[in-house]
Structure formats: structure tokens, C-alpha cells
């Protein structure tokens, strides 16, 4: 199938993969670079993009609720239809007050964008060393450039780690450890 004809994680996955697969490293380097650094990055991706379409969802929800309301409220009915009215109103209230305290407690907003920075960086890390870029070029080689490579995507990961604890899942008041979440990276599963 063609690039053209996948989606883009799909075509992102073959891409890569056939690039980790011309790298001149031992295989069992290419596992890592196929099993952490690539399926880390695309869960990145895939929680990125899951995060903001319920970000945006909830956002467009409330907005839209929020400026229906007041012209629901300003509506100047009489019998029947200021019964039904009152009803519509008090339905859309609610549907935007549920909206807003879902994304205030799972924060979908902040999920998005910690995901896609650690997809982001994680993508321009390994391109970088596939394309032998930067300081890497430096090293004279994939098999040289290796080591490097691990090193800085192991602290890329265990920063995140700490970055999501400490700042995403964790909730306002109660300790880290209390702040529990189902966003656990494909290694905490």
C-alpha cells in the first residue's frame, strides 16, 4: 500500500520503520529503536490527537452552549412554548456546566499539548539521528551515534515522566501519588 493511501500514524510507522530498518546498527539495536523510540513516539502522537479532539469537543460544546443560553433566556414566549423554553434552557445549562467540569478535571487541554511536545521531541530527536544531524553528525556514524541516541531518548522519556506527574495528572490539592491516570505509556501498561 502506498504512504499516500495510510493514515498518517500508519504512514509514519512504515516510513520510519523502513528507516530504522537501512540504519546500519545490530539488530537488537534496531529493536529498540523500532520497540522504544518509535512505538513511544507514536503513542505520543495517538494520545495527542485523542486528547485534543475531547479537548476541542468539550470546548465547542461550551462555547456554543455558553452564547445559546443567554438567547434562550432573552426569548420573550408565552404558555406553552415558555414552559418548553425554560426546559431547552435548563438542558443546555447543564450539557455546558458538564462540559466544563469534564475538561476542568481531565484537563484534555494541558493532555493535548504535554503529548504533542513529547511526540514533537521525540520525533526530532530520531530524525536527527537517522539523518546523522547535529551533534550526532559529530559522532561519525549510526553505530557511534548510538549510545547518544539512547542516552538522550531515555531522559527525554523519564523527564516527561516526571513533567506529566508533576504537572498534568496530578490534581490540585492532593499529592502526586493520589492523582491517578490512565494515561500510562505503553511500558506501564
Known amino acids: 500500500m502506498k504512504a499516500q493511501e495510510l493514515s498518517y500514524d500508519a504512514a509514519l510507522r512504515q516510513e520510519l520503520g523502513e528507516l530504522v530498518d537501512a540504519v546500519e546498527l545490530p ?18 502522537e ?4 485523542s486528547a485534543r479532539d475531547r479537548h476541542y469537543a468539550l470546548r465547542i460544546v461550551s462555547i456554543v ?4 443560553v ?15 423554553a425554560a426546559w431547552i434552557t ?5 450539557i455546558v456546566a458538564i462540559c466544563l467540569a469534564l475538561e ?8 493535548w499539548t504535554h503529548y ?17 544531524g547535529g551533534s550526532y553528525h559529530e559522532l561519525g556514524g549510526h553505530a557511534k551515534a548510538y549510545p547518544e541516541f539512547v542516552k538522550r531518548i531515555e531522559a527525554l522519556l523519564a523527564s516527561d515522566v ?5 504537572q498534568v495528572a496530578r490534581d490540585k490539592g492532593k499529592p502526586a501519588a493520589e492523582a491517578g491516570s490512565d494515561d500510562k505509556q505503553p511500558s506501564e501498561r
Not at 116 to 132: I, Q
Open 27 to 44: 539488530e537488537l539495536s534496531k529493536r529498540y529503536l523500532r520497540a522504544r523510540w518509535l512505538e513511544q513516539m507514536l503513542w505520543a
Open 46 to 49: 495517538g494520545r495527542a490527537k
Open 65 to 68: 452552549g455558553g452564547v445559546v
Open 70 to 84: 443567554p438567547a434562550l433566556v432573552g426569548l420573550n414566549v408565552q404558555g406553552e412554548l415558555q414552559a418548553l
Open 90 to 94: 435548563f438542558g443546555v445549562s447543564l
Open 104 to 111: 476542568n478535571f481531565f484537563r484534555w487541554g494541558e493532555r
Open 116 to 132: 504533542r511536545r513529547l511526540a514533537e521531541l521525540l520525533k526530532s530527536e530520531g530524525w536527527l539521528f537517522l539523518e546523522l
Open 162 to 166: 516526571d513533567l506529566f506527574i508533576t
